[in-house]
């Protein structure tokens, strides 16, 4: 996720990632390891994936506030959350990011999959102590990745997936960056507009237009963060122009192009998300 506020030291941040791409379908995960003390505060906004962030140090680490609540722990973070400030003294955490499609899955499809700010537990139950204890107890960060799998692995196939058609539409947006119209995704699987706005909307808890939203400003912020003009990033990103940018950024992020830009999580995305562009959109 970009963020704002006081970043990191990246210099100081040990950042793990699997050996290979991710055995499971619109799953990556990167671990995160801080060699110093210094207190981090980060405002994070919407990326398109669930988020999970697994607090795995000793006492208060990890610390978010959501709806003027102040939250210790792992958390649970959806589509589109809103503002959200977290931080801490955090010395080891590990963030797996979902697809829409897969967190429908792995957690049902009666969880609310956007705007949902909670902690692990609320949305996991019992299970997401026995999760946080087994990676805590792990000898390293490939161990910890095989235990994701595992876990994860186990729950997407004890529960049903979301439609075929629905998870071809959600691939189409994402690969075509948001760019792909809702008539023509319907045309695509042979569903009326009606039949796919409905069940997308009621499997993924997102509209097809809402998607499209979050996937353009995700390829937008990146280019912003890669050092691209505005006006230029508007133009590749699909919109009508930088005034269009500017209003849709701050709609969905809560502050402008220009501080997007300077996120300091984008910064690190491609050495964390390697293959991010490939499995967020499976």
């Given at each position: 996720?970009?963020?704002?506020?006081?970043?990191?030291?990246?210099?100081?941040?040990?950042i793990a990632v699997p050996r290979s791409p991710a055995r499971?379908?619109?799953?990556?995960?990167?671990?995160?390891?801080?060699?110093?003390?210094?207190?981090?505060?980060?405002?994070?906004?919407?990326?398109?994936?669930?988020?999970?962030?697994?607090?795995?140090?000793?006492?208060?680490?990890?610390?978010?506030?959501?709806?003027?609540?102040?939250?210790?722990?792992?958390?649970?973070?959806?589509?589109?959350?809103?503002?959200?400030?977290?931080?801490?003294?955090?010395?080891?955490?590990?963030?797996?990011?979902?697809?829409?499609?897969?967190?429908?899955?792995?957690?049902?499809?009666?969880?609310?999959?956007?705007?949902?700010?909670?902690?692990?537990?609320?949305?996991?139950?019992?299970?997401?102590?026995?999760?946080?204890?087994?990676?805590?107890?792990?000898?390293?960060?490939?161990?910890?990745?095989?235990?994701?799998?595992?876990?994860?692995?186990?729950?997407?196939?004890?529960?049903?997936?979301?439609?075929?058609?629905?998870?071809?539409?959600?691939?189409?947006?994402?690969?075509?960056?948001?760019?792909?119209?809702?008539?023509?995704?319907?045309?695509?699987?042979?569903?009326?507009?009606?039949?796919?706005?409905?069940?997308?909307?009621?499997?993924?808890?997102?509209?097809?237009?809402?998607?499209?939203?979050?996937?353009?400003?995700?390829?937008?912020?990146?280019?912003?963060?890669?050092?691209?003009?505005?006006?230029?990033?508007?133009?590749?990103?699909?919109?009508?122009?930088?005034?269009?940018?500017?209003?849709?950024?701050?709609?969905?992020?809560?502050?402008?192009?220009?501080?997007?830009?300077?996120?300091?999580?984008?910064?690190?995305?491609?050495?964390?998300?390697?293959?991010?562009?490939?499995?967020?959109?499976?």
């Amino acid at each position: 996720m970009p963020s704002t506020g006081t970043p990191p030291d990246w210099t100081l941040v040990d950042i793990a990632v699997p050996r290979s791409p991710a055995r499971l379908p619109g799953v990556s995960m990167a671990g995160f390891g801080h060699r110093a003390s210094a207190f981090v505060d980060m405002a994070m906004v919407a990326h398109p994936a669930v988020s999970l962030i697994i607090d795995l140090g000793e006492g208060e680490g990890l610390v978010y506030d959501v709806h003027g609540r102040r939250e210790i722990g792992s958390v649970f973070v959806g589509l589109l959350p809103g503002a959200l400030r977290a931080g801490g003294r955090v010395g080891e955490c590990l963030q797996i990011r979902l697809s829409p499609v897969a967190a429908a899955a792995v957690f049902g499809a009666s969880t609310i999959l956007t705007g949902t700010v909670a902690s692990l537990a609320e949305v996991w139950g019992r299970d997401a102590g026995r999760f946080e204890d087994r990676l805590r107890a792990a000898a390293s960060w490939d161990d910890r990745f095989t235990i994701v799998i595992d876990v994860l692995g186990r729950r997407l196939d004890a529960r049903r997936s979301v439609d075929a058609e629905v998870a071809h539409a959600w691939g189409r947006t994402f690969t075509s960056r948001g760019r792909a119209r809702v008539d023509g995704l319907a045309s695509e699987i042979g569903w009326s507009r009606q039949r796919l706005w409905s069940r997308f909307r009621s499997q993924l808890g997102i509209t097809p237009k809402r998607a499209a939203q979050l996937v353009r400003f995700d390829h937008a912020a990146h280019l912003l963060a890669a050092g691209h003009a505005a006006a230029g990033v508007a133009a590749e990103s699909g919109y009508v122009d930088q005034s269009h940018l500017h209003r849709e950024v701050f709609a969905i992020a809560g502050v402008t192009p220009t501080a997007i830009a300077a996120a300091p999580w984008l910064a690190i995305d491609d050495v964390a998300w390697p293959n991010s562009r490939a499995t967020v959109g499976a």
